[in-house]
């Protein structure tokens, strides 16, 4: 069976002065909650995609989404779509090593192996600085 590529609930957002914004997803009965709005859209689409990559893990069935004009609020609350790019959060959760081919020039790679330089966790280290993961 082909998996769902990109998933999109309604999370309703619960402002309250003096409080961080509350988050539920009252489809998946799941919250979180953020310090700001950034935040908390950060946050909320953090936990869809470990919500529902756990419930595709287990086999379990993923509920439709309620229509987001169906949504029911109080005074002080905001219905959001928050949306989760399946593949990233599916591969993100694969921590198996993958072999990979790089060209340097023959004096650096001397001098890396004078100093015992482990070129694979240099090669992670600078990846996760320029994809800014660290």
Request: include cysteine; charged fraction near 25%.
């Amino acid at each position: 069976m082909k998996k769902v590529e990109r998933y999109f609930y309604p999370a309703v957002f619960t402002y309250v002065e003096g409080q961080e914004i509350a988050v539920d997803f009252p489809d998946l009965h799941v919250a979180t909650s953020g310090k700001d709005e950034e935040d908390a859209l950060l946050s909320a689409r953090e936990l869809l995609g470990v919500v529902l990559a756990g419930m595709e893990e287990d086999g379990e069935t993923i509920p439709q989404a309620t229509p987001l004009h169906e949504v029911v609020l109080e005074s002080n609350e905001r219905a959001v779509l928050v949306d989760v790019y399946m593949p990233s959060i599916r591969l993100a959760n694969i921590n198996r090593a993958v072999h990979r081919t790089v060209t340097l020039p023959a004096w650096l790679n001397s001098a890396a192996l004078e100093k015992n330089i482990n070129f694979s966790q240099v090669l992670q280290e600078a990846l996760k600085k320029q994809l800014n993961l660290c």
